[in-house]
């Protein structure tokens, strides 16, 4: 280290683009006797970390320059801590590049450069033209801090099946373990292994490792990563507007919003045909993106549907798990990777976190496999359906963890339990797995009732939903209602972890009996009273909850220095097409029961006026929110006016 650099507070450890987000920064972690090392937020967008507000400071108190200019020009040395936690640091040497704005303000030259700076690490975040730079980079602390905080809890060892509570030493023969990883980003895990496949297929074909690309794989390499980046603002561009206080401006959003959203479902055609974990992901984003308003149906049915890109996701993975399983795991072929990346520290290390880092990523298909499955109404593609599900060793491991969390457990359910931070993660996230597990039941009953199949497997499955219901009951509600109790303490981050888990179980019940309401089957619905009652109440109290806490999110750079916008947990919900449902099936559920006699009038409108400021919350440039908004309001003018015309 400089003998001219000065020990300071904590706050002079940032890198400037963390500083100017006021967001925690880790570039401390990776100090070395050459300076200060990328931080995780700058090396995921491939950006050099700099440290220039630091040299201005030195050099106007004390004259002295910390960070030379030769030092600037080079790549920044890894950082000790990795953007995936599920190894010991990041697998792939990562080039530090600024940002370089839109496509357009590049030169040409740079465009058509086929040296190694891209080879190894995503191409730079760089914003679709209709973005500037710190939108985009807003876009992409959005998508960070919101949704892979959630997503990737569901992938973390307190969550996945694969990797549940696993701990791996540090070195070869070393007692100490890397410490359990809370949550794991799954865009991060796809550049990553993604990466890793093709250096070990370029080993087993015999291709020099310093033998540069040719134009058609830089080319393809730079769609790929463009796409994804473009597809993480296009899933984040939905809260653009929380970030603005006049309706005016707010609205003035739309047509960035959709231009990003035609952008993204042109640029897949490009990426659809080309299997890998990022075309993967970019198509699930895609087909969790709200449509928005202004697209016309005929705009909408002429493209790329939701339910296409997800079945195309899939068999993505499928294509992707079949060429992995090809790969042979020898060292004449692993060594030299080996030598590129200085962590790897033994063959079987190496194996271990592939599969580690495989099977991750295949519980994250999985999740969107089994979500699709229930919301969409199609079959699994990665899992079996009717006949054979339980049996596959994905929902079976699953079971097994269950177990092992419940005997870990039965302590914290008999004498209590102190809810702090880790503690709470651990339980919510555990309760996660299981909630897929449920989701997957409800989604096997549909598809028993949806194609007719004989009553006893009918019945079989519909034993195996009250089954999953009562595990979730005995083994998980007690504790997450200990986490609800000292919920204000926590973090807001866990709060939204709560909140997603609760809502999301609770609106699978309620999908789950619509459907049998659907069929005409009143025998099993009848035995389904309580358990309906029970879900609305707690769907209700999700949403009421929802209304009531608050997440702070950056403010957009530009607007006031060192800003934030503070906005009900409900208005960043990173799933609200499952608000949707929920609101949907409670409204229907109140009529019901306002229309029985069980509810009066006053607690009606209460109700319904409470899911009225949900959807209100929920993005305004969505169309099935816009839709949603419009039925309740019929909905209400019906009530009001008897005989009017809905």
Known sequence: MNAGLIHRRKQFSSCDACRKSRVACDAVRGRSATGLAACTRCANRNRRCSFEWMERAAVSSNNRTLISNRRDQRPSPLTDSSPIQVVEGSLIPRQQNSMLGSPSERPREEE????????????????????????????????????????????????????????????????????????????SLCRQFDQWMKDLEAQGNDVASDQAPTQAEVKKEQQIDHCLNQAIQTFSARWLPLTFESPLHKAAQT??????????????????????????????????????????EEEEDSGIPAQFCVQAALQHVQHLRARQRSLEFNGSKVCPISDRVAIMTSLDQFQIDFMSMESIIYWAALTYDTSSSLTFNTKSLLSSGLLGWESESSWRLVKTCTDIFHNQTEDWRLRGVIVTEENANRIIAAASAWKLRVWKVAAVLKEALREGHEEDAVHRVYTSAVD?????????????????????????????????????????????????????????????IITRSEAEGSTMNCLVFGLSNHFVIPQRKGETEDSFVTVPLVAIDPYPHHVVAAVRLLWLGIERDYETGKLDLGTLENLQSTLLRTLDLLPQTSKSVRNAKEQARLSVIHREIPGSEL
Request: overall charge negative.
């Open 468 to 528: 999953a219901i009562k595990q979730f009951n005995m083994t998980y509600r007690p504790l997450l209602v200990a986490c609800e109790r000292r919920i204000q303490f926590l973090s807001q981050h866990t709060k939204l972890r709560w909140y997603e888990v609760m809502l999301h179980y609770h609106l699978c019940i309620l999908i789950m009996i619509d459907a049998i309401e659907t069929a005409g089957r009143t025998d099993i619905l009848d035995r389904l």
């Open 112 to 187: 058509d450069a086929s040296d190694d700076n891209w080879y190894g690490s995503p191409t730079p975040f760089t914003p679709a033209p209709a973005v500037n730079t710190d939108i985009a980079d807003w876009l992409y602390t959005m998508y960070e801090d919101v949704f892979e905080a959630v997503f990737g809890s569901w992938l973390g060892n307190y969550s996945c099946p694969f990797v549940f509570g696993e701990h791996r030493h540090l070195e070869n023969g070393s007692s100490e373990r890397t410490p359990l990883a809370l949550s794991i980003s799954i865009s």
């Open 255 to 296: 047509e960035l919003i959709e231009s990003l959203w035609r952008g993204l479902r042109k640029d897949l055609i490009k990426i659809i045909n080309r299997p890998c974990y990022r075309s993967m992901l970019c198509l699930f984003l895609f087909a969790m993106v709200p449509i928005p308003a202004g697209i016309s």
